[in-house]
């Protein structure tokens, strides 16, 4: 302060010019810190802009400090075909000092799961964990964005997130496994991992009854589908979910011999992780919402918003 007050009566400028030098002078810029954990079962490469980090092991973290203006992407080849260039990986973004960041996933090839969490909490729509743990994830880009909107201290809209802190955790299966190699994925009632799409008895047979169940990891609760219009298949059975040939309000859910083009069977996932009944209005729905073993499942009007019909997948 006491060279502030030598400079004002050195030089004619006025105070607050002199305060504004004086100010500017002292910002220091911060660094981005990302804290890079491998949640998955065995080593990865981590990579940063093409950059390797090396390996890292099982439940390992390691630290990468980057400049505050640095944008880019961490990523990881494990299950990758293509080295450290990140084609077909799933991954991280960053956007500079606008506090932007985003997940990419690549529409060839599922690699990995990724979540990125802030260090500060969710408030307002802003700082919110990500996550993407399957192909199905709806919260995602497949590419980087050519432009991103002007900073505003709002929160952007999904699946572009923004938090000012300057540190987060990106971390490599935060569901601890790697995505499974046969397509099969299991299915979950209103988020909740722990409970499961289910063919009662394992019967891979015409009618048998579909409903949830406790996760086990079975085969009763492997199904295979795709994004956008699918079949809905208990994986390498033949057998699908089936509305029935009038699917209505409180229709309940069986397995049928898969038929291609079958009303009945063809099923669209959607973004807000609905299973609709393509053209007809009908959502898979989890009855009364009860997530009690052996609540078998039905059609009902699809509604925006009503958690009874978000299908989760992982």
């Given at each position: 302060?006491?060279t502030?007050?030598?400079?004002?009566?050195?030089?004619p400028?006025?105070?607050?010019?002199l305060?504004?030098?004086?100010?500017?002078s002292?910002?220091?810029t911060a660094?981005?810190?990302f804290?890079?954990?491998n949640?998955?079962p065995?080593?990865?490469?981590?990579?940063?802009?093409?950059?390797?980090?090396g390996?890292?092991?099982?439940?390992?973290?390691?630290?990468?400090t980057?400049?505050?203006d640095w944008?880019?992407?961490?990523y990881?080849n494990?299950?990758a075909?293509e080295?450290?260039?990140g084609?077909g990986?799933?991954?991280?973004?960053?956007?500079n000092?606008?506090?932007?960041y985003?997940?990419?996933?690549?529409?060839s090839n599922?690699?990995?799961g990724?979540?990125i969490?802030?260090?500060?909490?969710a408030?307002n729509?802003?700082?919110?964990?990500?996550t993407c743990n399957s192909?199905?994830c709806?919260?995602?880009?497949?590419?980087m964005?050519?432009?991103?909107?002007?900073?505003?201290?709002?929160a952007?809209a999904?699946?572009?997130?923004?938090?000012s802190t300057?540190s987060f955790?990106v971390?490599?299966?935060?569901?601890?496994?790697f995505p499974r190699?046969?397509?099969a994925v299991?299915i979950?009632?209103?988020?909740?991992t722990g409970?499961?799409?289910d063919?009662?008895?394992?019967?891979a047979?015409?009618?048998t009854?579909?409903q949830?169940?406790d996760?086990?990891?079975g085969?009763a609760?492997?199904?295979?589908?795709?994004?956008?219009d699918t079949q809905?298949?208990?994986a390498g059975?033949g057998f699908?979910?089936?509305a029935s040939s009038s699917?209505?309000n409180?229709t309940?859910?069986?397995?049928w011999?898969?038929i291609?083009?079958?009303?009945?069977?063809t099923?669209?996932?959607n973004?807000r992780?609905q299973l609709?009944?393509?053209?007809l209005?009908?959502?898979?729905?989890l009855?009364r919402?009860?997530?009690?073993?052996r609540?078998?499942?039905?059609?009902?009007?699809?509604s925006?918003?009503?958690?009874?019909?978000?299908w989760?997948?992982?």
């Open positions: 302060m006491a502030l007050l030598q400079g004002i009566r050195r030089h400028l006025p105070l607050l010019a305060l504004l030098l004086w100010s500017l002292t910002v220091v660094d981005k810190t804290n890079i954990v949640g998955c065995s080593a990865i490469t981590v990579y940063v802009n093409g950059d390797s980090r390996s890292v092991a099982a439940g390992a973290t390691i630290v990468n980057v400049a505050d944008t880019g992407f961490v990881s494990v299950n075909p080295g450290n260039t084609a990986t799933t991954k991280a973004g960053f956007v000092q606008a506090g932007y985003l997940i990419i996933k690549d529409q599922f690699n990995t990724v979540s969490v802030p260090s500060v909490s408030s729509g802003l700082c919110p964990r990500v192909r199905f709806a919260n995602t880009y497949t590419e964005p050519s432009s991103f909107p002007e900073p505003s201290g709002n952007p999904p699946p572009l997130y923004s938090c300057g955790t971390r490599f299966c935060p569901n601890g496994a190699s046969d397509d299991a979950h009632p209103k988020g909740n409970k499961c799409l063919a009662r008895g394992g019967a047979a015409n009618g009854v579909v949830v169940y996760c086990n990891g085969n609760q492997r199904w295979t589908l795709r994004p956008g809905v298949e208990l059975t699908c979910l089936d699917p209505g409180r309940p859910m069986k397995l011999k898969c291609s083009g079958l009303r009945a069977q099923w669209n996932y973004a992780s609709t009944l393509a053209t209005g009908q959502c898979l729905d009855t919402g009860d997530l009690a073993n609540n078998t499942v039905q059609t009902f009007q699809c925006n918003g009503n958690s009874n019909q978000v989760t997948v992982t």
